[in-house]
């Protein structure tokens, strides 16, 4: 029980630098309400004008950097978690309602569009290749023993590649 405890803590400190980051571009960031934190998976919005003063408004996603393994110390840069279904078997964070994805990496974090990187991984993801190991995850869906979840793991570097990426730090 204590490693899901340092995931829920290393999850939240994702979150914090994340709105340090936002706040540090002088936009205003409102952080979601618990029902729209666990059912339409949006943990802040965002808004604020851009150069040419156009007002926008987006939701977004945090996902905090993950390890290789819940006992390494070391995290994982090359590979990073996607959730279609989560532990109930309900929908995941990739179908949730939020308009973008923040994905934590060492220098600050991967912004992307949700719609896209949806797009992407119905195409590249093996939805008929189910496997039984995370480390055979890649490209693969996986459901964890005792759970109801569908995850995969795909590069972080297809997350960059993706046309709506962008580094914020």
Same mark, same amino acid.
């Given at each position: 029980?204590?490693?899901f405890k340092d995931s829920?803590?290393?999850?939240?400190?994702g979150e914090k630098r994340f709105k340090k980051i936002i706040e540090s571009f002088?936009?205003?960031?409102?952080?979601?309400?618990?029902?729209?934190?666990?059912?339409?998976? !949006?943990? *802040?919005? +965002? %808004?604020g004008k851009t150069d040419k003063l156009?007002?926008?408004?987006?939701?977004?996603?945090?996902?905090?950097?993950?390890?290789?393994?819940?006992?390494s110390n070391e995290y994982d840069e090359e590979y990073t978690?996607?959730?279609?279904?989560?532990?109930?078997?309900r929908k995941g964070w990739l179908y949730g309602e939020a308009?973008? !994805?923040? *994905?934590? +990496? %060492?220098?600050?974090?991967?912004?992307?569009?949700r719609e896209d990187l949806v797009k992407w991984c119905e195409e590249k993801v093996d939805f008929k290749k189910s496997v039984r190991t995370a480390a055979s995850a890649i490209y693969k869906?996986?459901?964890?023993?005792?759970r109801d979840d569908l995850i995969t793991r795909i590069k972080t570097k297809d997350i960059r590649d993706l046309n709506s990426c962008r580094l914020l730090v």
């Open positions: 029980m204590a490693k829920i803590e290393e999850g939240e400190q002088g936009l205003l960031v409102r952080e979601a309400s618990f029902k729209e934190n666990v059912h339409q998976h !949006i943990d *802040f919005f +965002v %808004e156009r007002d926008f408004k987006f939701s977004v996603d945090v996902k905090a950097r993950k390890r290789t393994s819940r006992g978690w996607v959730e279609f279904k989560n532990v109930q078997g308009d973008k !994805i923040a *994905f934590e +990496v %060492e220098k600050g974090f991967l912004m992307v569009d869906v996986y459901t964890r023993k005792g």
